[in-house]
């Protein structure tokens, strides 16, 4: 009697379940929703050259390391030069890499840029800067011109690195050699690195056909106070 009880009971239910309505399963994340899983943005504490120089010639190698989300996929960049030079986790969250500096390439302040690249999609970025070669900081005169004004004005041209501020120190010498208070002028470099300074010598150079013998030192320096070697040059000059 109890087996044949049980039996109907589940005759019973197999026909009630076959009588239900089919209600879908839910789908599975990429089916249920179009947006793509969210990754948060990586960041970027430091970007460091770990060399002591500051300038690294030909062949040098040079050790970069960055600070920042850990488990990143990290690389650098030379501006001009090299891109995508690979970075180790060489612990949590830092990251080093090597790079050779190549031949023929004289770069002043070249930027250098690390990025970190986190689930395939979102990067993070930060800057630093390097010279290469001999990219130092330098000024370069080019021939210097007479311009027959009034205060007989002396143009120095030439080039050097972009917006630096350019000084000019001259001093008259006369036939015996005696010189005169030194005469100063400075001025801006454009945005290519070119310069056209007038220094004023006025009075100082006399109008008796002598030649006067001019002693000019020029240097340059750089928005954040870098200096380049000076150069110095004698000119002579006859009104």
């Known amino acids: 009697m109890k087996i044949r009880a049980g039996i109907l009971f589940l005759l019973t239910l197999s026909l009630l379940s076959a009588a239900l309505p089919v ?3 839910p789908a599975p994340w990429p089916e249920m929703y179009s947006e793509e899983p969210f990754f948060f943005k990586p960041t970027i504490d430091t970007l460091t050259v770990m060399n002591p120089e500051k300038t690294f010639a030909a062949g040098t190698v040079v050790r970069i390391r960055m600070t920042g989300t850990p488990g990143a996929i990290a690389t650098f960049a030379v501006a001009g030069v090299q891109k995508d030079i690979p970075m180790a986790e060489i612990s949590r969250g830092v990251y080093e890499g090597l790079w050779v500096v190549p031949a023929d390439r004289d770069i002043y302040n070249a930027q250098l840029t690390g990025s970190l690249e986190f689930g395939g999609k979102t990067t993070a970025e930060a800057t630093s800067r390097l010279n290469i070669g001999d990219g ?20 120095i041209k030439g080039s050097t690195v972009p917006n630096a501020e350019v000084s000019v120190l001259a001093t ?8 005169t208070m030194p005469i100063a002028a400075s001025g801006l470099a454009n945005a ?5 300074i007038p220094l004023h010598l006025g009075g100082q150079v006399a109008k008796d056909g002598r030649d ?4 000019l030192t020029v240097f340059a320096t750089d928005g954040i106070g870098v200096t380049s070697q000076e150069v110095d040059f004698r000119l002579a000059t006859g009104h």
């Open 23 to 25: 209600t879908a399963r």
């Open 136 to 155: 130092h900081m330098f000024v370069r005169i080019y021939a210097p011109s007479m311009v027959p004004t009034a205060n007989h004005a002396l143009v």
């Open 172 to 179: 008259v010498l006369d036939a015996s050699g005696t010189s």
């Open 192 to 196: 290519s690195g070119s310069f056209s």
């Open 212 to 215: 006067k013998i001019l002693d």
